[in-house]
């Protein structure tokens, strides 16, 4: 179909519908679009596949509008011959070498895109609604949209139309944004642990290098300084190269043009694999490459002219671009190769021009290589003394907003410390004088038989109940306003668990959610405060309780994780709400009618008085998961974060008082697990 020996190959429109209607049921399977913004970049691509088609099989619009502008100087563009769609082969005049290339490269990309899509899509399936972070996806974050943008280039490389090249960059925006809420949705789905995936790999670009694991990307590795200077090395060449389009060569010449842009092609694509394979010796390989350049200008410099040809600009270019990057002394150098490959190409080309000009132009070789060198060597010191203050600014401020928070948030949690404080001991009472006359009023309904005194008792029991929840909710206040200090203690974590799963397994079994313990025998015994830890894991099992629906689960397990253990609470409800995340350890915050949302700001306080952490995530499939990491050794730590505390949380309660509060879990739940 590409070849002269058809006369004429278009008009072949059932070719047109059999290969658009392949690519849109592909890209139909493989995107499986379901909302209107997926089907919008569904029908992007249908546009593009079905324009690339139509001009390669049916009508050739591109080749009859280039004919018309350029046709007298590309004889080759003809409307009637399907060979002149190879744009880049007809306009770069190059012969079966060429066709080959570009064969091989546009081929090559769309392969590529199809494995990387395959792939991608083979593992997200395997997972069954699971995070998935190994694989390709250890490369990339998008695998799908990364496979189709290497298609539509390859289509773009072989068969390029006005159409196509015009429709790429909306199809390419569409598919960005659909990728960003794709992301926003699998945040909110799996929490922490697909923030910590996302910010350790790259969107789109995979890494390339040796050696794998959560690693910036090949393009974030290398200094963009560097990035810089090998795209505008790159450019400079490019624009030699295309610049042969409009030179006349000689006969002799013309058949080598077609290997050099092959050469060329081959030379810069190897060039930027080195350096994103190898980013940290950035310098060496572009100090290897600017011989290679030197040759490159010096081919194009022959084969216009030699000592007459105007391609000798580039070596200036080349001199200004390496004195710049690696200061004068390079500079110098690349100025006196330039020189000398200058001299041989007037060498080679008689009659050449006089030598006085030859010397001239090597004078100003070495003057813009030692100027520009000197100019960017300055420059960079400067920079750097810059750079220099710029971070002990950055950290000073840095330390200061840290201190400024950590103030707020200390003054925030002692106001709050104190209006709970003062609201409960108000409250605490009335409520204990209001269950003392309930016990005296229903031993006297007890005493007094009658029809009316059973709805009395009924009515006795619901204020009991509301009583004794009030004052949960007084002695959670108090909790959080007056934290005891932690006592550690050598004790057995999975032994708490089990009795705390006991004490709780009768609500669970109300509720009818099954708990489900998960215990790891290898963690040692060590320090904690067996009642402040208790108190925390006991928070975290009532809000998955509440949370669950019936016939649901939650599983208390725990794991020995090098110098730590950790405590999780995974449940099966619907998860947090990504818009509530930022405020779930907030004091207060809840979304439910009922509760002080204090049970995980207890919770929290108590894990960093022990010196560890608690988080969340999402887990698949739903539900949440929270886990507290401890350090198997404090040392000492528990009383060093006490003591930083303000004085106003310090003040201590009796470790009777601390243990009378059994609501723990009751108030943090609204604010833990907003529905």
């Keep these: 179909m590409h070849g002269e020996e058809i006369p004429f190959g278009y008009g072949f429109w059932s070719l047109v519908v059999v290969n658009a209607a392949i690519f849109v049921l592909f890209a139909l399977s493989f995107l499986a679009p379901v909302r209107r913004r997926e089907w919008r970049s569904f029908g992007v691509f249908t546009a593009f596949v079905v324009a690339l088609f139509t001009e390669m099989y049916g009508f050739p619009l591109t080749i009859y509008v280039l004919t018309a502008i350029l046709g007298s100087r590309y004889p080759a563009l003809n409307p009637f011959s399907h060979a002149s769609g190879h744009l880049w082969i007809t306009l770069l005049g190059g012969g079966p070498w ?232 390079i500079g110098v150098l690349a100025a006196i190769l330039s020189a000398d490959l200058m001299a041989v190409a007037n060498i080679l080309v008689a009659p050449g021009v006089p030598w006085a000009h030859i010397g001239a132009r090597a004078a100003l070789f070495g003057l813009l290589g030692l100027a520009l060198g000197h100019i960017a060597s300055r420059e960079r010191r400067a920079r750097a003394e810059a750079e220099g203050f710029n971070a002990e600014l950055r950290a000073a401020l840095a330390r200061l907003e840290e201190a400024k928070d950590r103030a707020v948030r200390a003054e925030r949690l002692a106001a709050a410390g104190r209006v709970s404080a003062r609201m409960a001991h108000e409250v605490r009472s009335p409520i204990g004088a209001i269950g003392l006359n309930v016990e005296m009023l229903e031993e006297i309904v007890r005493g007094c038989p009658g029809p009316m005194m059973g709805d009395a008792g009924d009515l006795l029991r619901g204020i009991r109940a509301e009583v004794r929840r009030l004052a949960g909710l007084t002695d959670e206040y108090l909790t959080f306003s007056r934290l005891p200090r932690a006592q550690p203690q050598e004790d057995s974590i999975n032994e708490m668990l089990d009795e705390l799963v006991a004490f709780v397994k009768p609500e669970a079994d109300q509720r009818g959610v099954v708990l489900v313990r998960d215990p790891d025998p290898l963690i040692p015994l060590f320090s904690f405060d067996r009642d402040l830890l208790r108190r925390a894991v006991l928070n975290l099992v009532k809000n998955g309780i509440e949370a669950t629906p019936q016939g649901g689960w939650v599983l208390v397990a725990t794991r020995l994780d090098g110098e730590r253990a950790e405590v999780g609470v995974e449940d099966t409800g619907r998860g947090i709400d990504v818009r509530d995340a930022p405020h779930l350890f907030e004091p207060f915050f809840t979304t439910k009618p009922r509760g002080t949302g204090l049970g995980l700001a207890i919770a929290r306080q108590i894990a960093e008085e022990h010196g560890g952490t608690l988080r969340w995530e999402n887990a698949p499939g739903g539900g949440a998961r929270f886990t507290l990491r401890l350090p198997l050794v404090v040392n000492g730590l528990a009383d060093a974060m006490a003591a930083a505390r303000p004085p106003q949380q310090r003040s201590g309660v009796g470790r009777d008082e601390a243990e009378d509060s059994g609501g723990c879990g009751r108030g943090d739940s609204p604010g833990a697990r907003p529905r």
């Design 98 to 329: 060429m066709s080959a290339v570009i064969h091989l490269v546009s081929n090559g990309l769309m392969l590529a895109g199809l494995l990387l899509m395959g792939v991608g899509w083979y593992r997200i399936h395997r997972a069954r609604g699971e995070l998935v972070t190994d694989g390709v996806y250890a490369w990339v974050r998008h695998p799908q949209y990364a496979g189709l943008f290497l298609i539509t280039i390859g289509m773009l490389v072989q068969w390029p139309t006005i159409i196509t090249v015009l429709t790429w960059p909306a199809l390419m925006l569409v598919y960005y944004r659909l990728a960003r809420r794709e992301e926003r949705e699998a945040e909110a789905r799996f929490g922490d642990a697909y923030a910590r995936w996302k910010a350790s790999v790259p969107m789109f670009v995979p890494r390339i290098g040796f050696g794998r694991g959560a690693a910036p990307s090949a393009v974030e590795r290398l200094d963009p300084e560097a990035l810089t200077f090998a795209v505008l090395r790159g450019l400079a060449m490019i624009g030699g190269l295309a610049a042969l389009s409009i030179v006349p060569l000689r006969p002799e010449h013309e058949i080598h043009l077609g290997p050099l842009l092959g050469a060329f092609i081959t030379y810069k694509a190897a060039l930027f694999v080195l350096l994103f394979a190898r980013p940290q010796r950035a310098r060496p390989i572009f100090l290897a490459t600017l011989v290679a350049d030197l040759g490159i200008v010096f081919v194009l410099v022959w084969f216009t002219g030699g000592g007459e040809s105007h391609f000798y600009l580039l070596f200036s270019v080349l001199v200004a671009l390496n004195a710049y990057q690696f200061g004068p002394g």
